[in-house]
Every structure is written in structure tokens, then in C-alpha cells.
């Protein structure tokens, strides 16, 4: 079936009130870039999920899973699949004691927040980290010695056959900013994080630290995807990319921040391909200069 049949026969089948032709990926990206999605659909529950999937198998249509788009860059001609974005509507959340269960829309400072309320430590770094509880899993996001590895104890998700899973901690295959889920042929919807008592306002006092640090030293008055590149092994990336020369070097409305090297910022009217340019130039400077091979943090998806 063609993009207009798809979207007839999930407008059949889905009593969602979201789902959307051509829509600007701009809009969902925290680079506020990219261009435009066949389909997006914002699933509201997990049998709307179970449906839509049905949909793209039968339809054999492809697909995309992302949460708040903190992480991710789409080229400038969009992306030729269905988007399934999760986020506001999977937000639920308890705590039991030490164990905190929550659905992987929810924000990562929103979580840390309950987590902070409840007298529970563990997730002080993710306080300033934009992405969603199921982006971190994903990429086992991490900042200031953290990462979430360090607090899951199992997660849910459902397979491409519809069929709901749980996924016990030793078997996620973590690495660096890497987990199981990286294919993106599953979505995950709850995990249980299992966290340590502590005085709240110890808490709390250090998560205001942080996120004063990242205040001080991250250009968060500019649209971005964070830091661009994963860390190489002995080295710290925003080092490289300074002395390589590249402080404040600008292609069209991308810029190597000036504030932390280690950012490719959106000064304005920055497209998709000048920020891939930005990441190819940077990644050559730092080759010649250094010898380092950067690997991209980011997720690049879509067509040029």
C-alpha cells in the first residue's frame, strides 16, 4: 500500500485522535530540524499500540519509535515510515519503597523529581536530561557519573507480534550509551528502578548542583541534541573539537557552540545537512589533528 491507503486503513482501525500526514519532524526534535514524516501516530494506550503494530505488519509499511526527540536528528526530505512517538500519554508512575515503577513516556526530570520527593537516590544525573524514561533505556543515557543501567531492574515492551515481554536486567546488553533495544523492532512501555534511601533534601541539594553545572557550562538557550559524540576512550570530546580550532565554527545556522565544543548548536535557520556537514567536519579536523575516530551520539534517521 501506498503512504494515503495506510493512513485510511489506520484511521479505520485506531480510534486515535493523533495520527497525522506530512508531519514536520521539526516540531518533535529538540534540534528543531527535519523534515517531513509519511505518518505519525501518538498511541494513547498499549492495545492502540497492539493495533498499530498489526497495521504496519499487515500493511508491511515501515516504522519508527521515538519518545521526546532529545536525541535525534532527521534529514532535511523527513522520514518515509510511520513515526510512533511515545511520550505524554505513557506517564504513569508509582513507588513502593525503594522501587519505583514507571511508563517510559514520562521525562527523565519529571521521574527524578518523584524519585527526589519519595527520599529515594539514584537518579540525581538524570535531572537535566530532556529525553524520556524509554530514550534512556534505549541508549542507556547517562551524565555525571550516572547512567540508568545502574538503577533498572527489569523492563516491559512489546515485540513486533504484539505480545508483551519483560526483559530482567542482566539480559539488556548494556554498553556505552547501547542497549538491547537499539534495533528499535521492539517498544518498550514500563520499567521498575530499584533506588536507595536517602534524606531528600541531600537529594535535592544535589541535583540543584548539577543542574547548575549544566547551566554554567551546556548552551541550553539554543536548540540542540546535547553532546553530538560519544566519549572516546582517554579523551574528553569537547577537548578534541577545541583544539582542532573549531570554537563557534559555523556552517549556514550550525554552530560548534562556544560554550561547550563538545554541542552543535541550531543558531537559527540551521537545516538538517548543515548540522551533518558540522558532524563530518568536526569529525575530519579531530582525525587530523588527533588521530581520534568520533562516533556520533545522535541519532541520524531519514532521507537527504
Known amino acids: 500500500m501506498d503512504r494515503d491507503e495506510v493512513m485510511e486503513d489506520l484511521k479505520k ?13 521539526s516540531k518533535h526534535t529538540s534540534f528543531r530540524v527535519g523534515g517531513p514524516a509519511d505518518i505519525m501516530v501518538i498511541p494513547e494506550t498499549v492495545e492502540e499500540i497492539r493495533t498499530l503494530l498489526s497495521c504496519i505488519k499487515e500493511n508491511k509499511y515501515p516504522f519508527f519509535i521515538m519518545g521526546n526527540g532529545s536525541n535525534l536528528l532527521v534529514k532535511d526530505k523527513g522520514i518515509r515510515a510511520i513515526v510512533i512517538k511515545i511520550l505524554d500519554n505513557f506517564n504513569n508512575i508509582s513507588v513502593n519503597d525503594d522501587i519505583i515503577e514507571a511508563e517510559t513516556g514520562i521525562l527523565l526530570s519529571k521521574l527524578s523529581n518523584v524519585a ?9 544525573f538524570a535531572s537535566g536530561i530532556p529525553g524520556t524514561l524509554g530514550g534512556a533505556i534505549v541508549m542507556n543515557a547517562g551524565a555525571y557519573g550516572g547512567q540508568i543501567s545502574d538503577v533498572l531492574l527489569e523492563t516491559e515492551y512489546i515485540d513486533l507480534e504484539g505480545q508483551i515481554k519483560i526483559l530482567e536486567m542482566e539480559k539488556h546488553d548494556f554498553g556505552y550509551r547501547k542497549s538491547y533495544f537499539n534495533n528499535g523492532s521492539y517498544i518498550v512501555l514500563r520499567a521498575r528502578l530499584k533506588l536507595v534511601k ?37 579523551h574528553f570530546t569537547g577537548k578534541l573539537i577545541q583544539d582542532a580550532g573549531l570554537r563557534g565554527f559555523t556552517i549556514g545556522g550550525a554552530q560548534v557552540s562556544e560554550k561547550h565544543t563538545g554541542f552543535i548548536i541550531n543558531k537559527g535557520g540551521a537545516t538538517a545537512k548543515d548540522i551533518i556537514d558540522m558532524i563530518q567536519c568536526i569529525k575530519q579536523k579531530v582525525r587530523d589533528k588527533s588521530g581520534v575516530e568520533l562516533e556520533t551520539e545522535v541519532r541520524i534517521v531519514g532521507e537527504d
Open 13 to 25: 482501525k485506531l480510534c486515535i485522535k493523533k495520527i497525522f500526514k506530512n508531519e514536520p519532524m
Open 116 to 124: 527526589m520527593r519519595n527520599g529515594l537516590s539514584g537518579l540525581e
Open 198 to 234: 536517602c534524606d531528600r533534601e541531600q537529594i535535592n541539594k544535589k541535583m540543584q548542583i548539577l543542574n547548575a553545572q549544566r547551566t554554567e557550562k551546556q548552551p541550553l538557550s539554543f536548540p540542540s541534541a546535547g553532546s553530538i559524540f560519544k566519549r572516546p576512550e582517554g
